[in-house]
């Protein structure tokens, strides 16, 4: 597949299109066996050994940004259920946390930035393919999990690549309102307690549904209110979901 770029060692591979979106087209990607220095949302480290496919996606001028971030979630739950002749039950954790038996298989960061009168985004995603369940209790990631954990198989790590890539590519193009549906499906918060963790603290309500622009609505005893993923991060009231 073309604009690949592969590479034996990396601090981020977020920080790798970022330092040189000006140079590289649209739709660019690249990998690296080892992320020295891996990011997660709200700031946290992303910890990264041969286990784990990072890659990102350099998209320029993508429609619609504000909901890029749950088209990607889409995408990699497309691409790793291509892998399987008998998908695994593939979740979301709004916004895009990929989720299989109730345990995170990937996040997704995506960053965006401004170079001339472009915007970049940058569309960070890490699959945990093959660790095993000593590897996320050593590093304290009890939530977590692999694809061969769950469904004891790993998808062929390039093969998995060039499938996320090219569902990245897809789903860039696609209107949020023609996922709107299936973003409603796969998402595992809708109907339950939430644990919403913002600026101001926390808030405890009930997911209710997903906005056009992809906040989650969500209800307490003072009513309907929306929240968006820049703001927040969404727990289970009991745990992670
Ligand atoms: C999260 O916190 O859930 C998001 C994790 C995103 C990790 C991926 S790995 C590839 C890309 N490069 C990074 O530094 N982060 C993203």
Redesign the pocket.
């Known amino acids: 597949m073309e604009n690949i770029i592969f590479l034996e060692e990396v601090d981020?591979?977020?920080?790798y299109l970022k330092a040189r979106c000006g140079a590289l087209s649209d739709g660019t990607a690249v990998t690296a066996r080892i992320?020295t220095a891996?990011?997660?949302?709200r700031g946290?480290a992303?910890s990264t050994n041969d286990g784990m496919l990072?890659?990102?996606v350099l998209l320029i001028d993508p429609p619609e940004c504000e909901t890029l971030t749950a088209r990607v979630g889409l995408a990699v739950c497309s691409a790793i259920a291509e892998m399987y002749d008998k998908p695994p039950e593939l979740g979301i954790k709004w916004p895009n946390?990929v989720i299989v038996s109730s345990h995170k298989v990937c996040?997704?960061?995506c960053e965006s930035m401004r170079f001339g009168a472009s915007t970049a985004v940058i569309c960070?995603?890490?699959i945990n393919i093959s660790q095993d369940e000593n590897y996320f209790r050593m590093v304290g990631l009890p939530n977590a999990g692999s694809l061969l954990m769950l469904t004891g198989t790993a998808p062929e790590r390039n093969t998995l690549l060039k499938a996320v890539v090219s569902e990245v590519r897809n789903r860039a193009a696609m209107p949020f309102a023609d996922c709107l549906d299936e973003y409603r499906r796969r998402l595992v918060n809708l109907g339950r307690s939430v644990k919403i963790l913002g600026a101001e603290g926390e808030r405890v309500a009930e997911a209710v549904d997903v906005a056009p622009n992809g906040y989650l609505i969500c209800r307490n005893e003072n009513g309907f209110f929306e929240v968006g993923s820049g703001e927040v991060s969404v727990r289970g009231l009991n745990g992670y979901i």
Do not use: A, C, E, F
Request: proline share 5%; aromatic share 4%; no cysteine.
């Open positions: 981020s591979t977020n920080n992320q891996g990011k997660g949302r946290h992303w990072p890659l990102s946390d996040g997704i960061l960070g995603i890490g």
